[in-house]
């Protein structure tokens, strides 16, 4: 019964994203909204600048600079819209869970080198897209209350599709080298 | 009698006017060519796409990439013709088709985003 609970659970995060964080099916709050969105996109750039630094493929070295550019770029307008209107992001379970996410992929990596360290990067990336993706679609853009956050979200999604493509394509490289 | 003389000259002067007025015009329009050479084109960079797609224009036409985006892009023709290095977010970029051909061209950032230009 535990064990089905545990699938049940597992089904439920992969289904609907970060929706089974809600209690109730409430959805989040748009100050929660602005915390996930703004952890989000900062675990992928730390998680840029330690791969930009120890990455052994050059391909995989460029790609970590354009998620520390792309997702910068992102959080510069969430954090600028925000700002304008006068939302306090809000930490929650899901952006949270993200934060310890992000900081035990980095540890983990930082124990990695060589070819091991790029593929554990890059397959990390693509889970990490997936879920956004996941999360954008199922729970984020549907909750959002205020019109220009909705805006922001959906206006961010393309980009996440593709970092996503890019990731897929350099881990089937990756693989195909023997690394 | 003496009339038709008048009559003839004012004709000629009539035709005389008509071939001046005509040389203007066409130095005029010689004039206007390299102007209306310079037809402006947009191409606008949003949602990881260029819009449109495919653009035509004749030699001498100016295409401005604008950069809608939250993020750098670029616009680089695959032949490297053109290659705009990386266009700011709200920023552009603008090229002069000097030489006529297709051109396939993309963003080296993004490698999914792809799009042509057609210079006639």
């Not at chain 1, 520390?68 to 700002?83: C, P, Y």
């Not at chain 1, 306090?88 to 980095?106: C, V």
């Not at chain 2, 037809?39 to 260029?50: G, K, M, P, R, W």
């Not at chain 2, 023709?77 to 002069?96: E, K, L, M």
């Amino acid at each position: 019964m535990k064990c089905t609970m545990t699938l049940c659970m597992t089904l439920l995060v992969f289904a609907f994203g970060a929706t089974a964080a809600w209690a109730q099916g409430a959805g989040p709050t748009d100050p929660q909204i602005a915390a996930i969105v703004v952890t989000a996109n900062q675990v992928d750039i730390d998680a840029g600048k330690l791969a930009k630094s120890k990455a052994h493929s050059p391909q995989v070295k460029e790609f970590a600079q354009r998620m520390i550019t792309d997702h910068g770029g992102v959080n510069k307008s969430a954090t600028e819209l925000v700002q304008k209107l006068h939302v306090t992001p809000q930490p929650n379970p899901t952006s949270e869970s993200l934060q310890k996410g992000g900081d035990e992929n980095i540890a983990k990596l930082k124990t990695l080198s060589g070819a091991a360290f790029d593929k554990a990067y890059i397959d990390h990336e693509v889970a990490y897209h997936e879920a956004v993706i996941n999360a954008l679609d199922k729970t984020l853009i549907p909750s959002a209350q205020n019109a220009e956050l909705k805006a922001l979200l959906v206006k961010v999604r393309p980009a996440f599709v593709a970092h996503l493509d890019m990731a897929k394509q350099i881990q089937a490289e990756l693989g195909k080298s023997g690394a | 009698m003496p009339r038709l003389p008048r009559l003839t000259l004012r004709g000629g002067l009539l035709s005389l006017a008509a071939l001046l007025l005509s040389s203007s015009d066409l130095a005029g329009a010689a004039d206007a060519k390299p102007a209306a050479q310079g037809a402006v084109h947009t191409v606008v960079i949003e949602n990881l796409q260029f819009n449109p797609a495919e653009l035509q224009v004749h030699r001498g036409d100016r295409i401005v990439w604008v950069n809608k985006d939250l993020f750098p892009h670029t616009a680089t023709a695959t032949s490297h013709v053109f290659d705009s290095g990386s266009i700011a977010a709200n920023s552009s970029w603008t090229y002069v088709a000097s030489k006529a051909g297709e051109y396939a061209y993309g963003c080296t950032f993004h490698p999914t985003m792809k799009a042509i230009l057609k210079v006639q």
